[in-house]
Nanobody, 115 residues
């Protein structure tokens, strides 16, 4: 199982980014997959997750109303559309696959929100 994040970068406050997690070695219906983020010295924070059957999507309070999670089954990718970004959204963003208690992580993509 391999997860590779992309789409990070620098953006001004109020701007938008779309992150993508390219997934290989699994099918979406076998794993729950989600996005997390972590600032240096901080805890890894869950942002949004989609269930293996695709029927349930959950958002953390910090993501509700601004972030949208959606799958691209044709590309086997999980995307996170992030709008109205603020400086406190600056972090490394990670994708995680979860099955039967086993976790699989990508290496992350850096998002910087600043003037």
């Amino acid at each position: 199982l391999q997860l590779v994040e992309s789409g990070g970068g620098s953006v001004q406050p109020g701007g938008s980014l779309r992150l993508s997690c390219a997934v290989s070695g699994l099918t979406f219906d076998a794993y729950a997959i989600g996005w997390f983020r972590q600032v240096p010295g901080g805890e890894r924070e869950a942002l949004s997750c989609i269930s293996s059957d695709g029927d349930n999507i959950n958002y953390a309070d910090s993501a509700k109303g601004r972030f949208t999670l959606f799958r691209d089954d044709a590309k086997n990718a999980l995307n996170l559309q992030m709008n109205s970004l603020q400086p406190n959204d600056t972090a490394v963003y990670y994708c995680r696959g979860l099955k039967n208690g086993a976790e699989y992580w990508g290496k992350g993509t850096l998002v910087i929100v600043s003037h």
